[in-house]
C-alpha cells in the first residue's frame, strides 16, 4: 500500500501512505504542515489503485498525531472504537449508592434552610418571613 493516495468514505483525498505496521496503515497529508496519523488497517480497502478508507475526513483529523515514527497503538484503536472501555465500580461490594446530599453547614438546622441555585440561603430573621433583601 506504501505510496498509495488514500481517500476517505465522504471522498476526500486524505493523504499518501508512507507506513505500514502492526495492523496499521501511517498517512500523510498536507503541503507545507504536513501531518501523519496512523489509520487501522480494518477500516482501509484497496480499490483501482486506491487506498479506500470506511471512515471520513474528520474522524481521521481527529485521531491522535504520529509524532515523528512512533505512535500510541492503544490511543488509536480506542479513537476508532477498537477498544471497549471498562468502567471499574470502586467498591463491588457497596450494594446502595452513595448518598448524593451534602452535610448542612454548621450551625444551621436543615429545616431552616433551603437551596438556591446550590447556595444555601437562610432566613432574615426568626420570625420575619417577609421581609424583601435588603430590608430588616
Not at 4 to 27: M, P
Not at 104 to 111: E, R, T, Y
Not at 119 to 136: I, M
Amino acid at each position: 500500500m506504501e505510496g498509495r493516495t488514500v481517500v476517505t468514505s465522504d471522498d476526500h483525498k486524505l493523504g499518501t501512505v508512507v507506513a505500514e505496521q502492526d495492523g496499521f496503515v501511517v498517512v500523510e497529508s498536507g503541503h507545507m504542515f504536513k501531518s501523519r496519523h496512523a489509520i487501522p488497517t480494518d477500516f482501509l480497502h484497496e480499490h483501482e489503485d486506491v487506498v479506500r478508507a470506511t471512515v471520513g475526513k474528520d474522524v481521521v483529523h481527529d485521531s491522535p498525531k504520529i509524532d515523528g515514527d512512533t505512535f500510541d497503538e492503544y490511543a488509536v484503536k480506542m479513537h476508532y472504537g477498537l477498544i471497549e472501555v471498562n468502567v471499574v465500580d470502586p467498591d463491588p461490594n457497596l450494594t446502595e449508592p452513595a448518598d448524593p446530599t451534602t452535610a448542612s453547614p454548621s450551625g444551621l438546622d436543615p429545616a431552616d434552610t433551603a437551596s438556591f441555585g446550590g447556595h444555601v440561603r437562610t432566613h432574615l430573621g426568626e420570625n420575619d418571613r417577609s421581609a424583601k433583601p435588603g430590608e430588616r
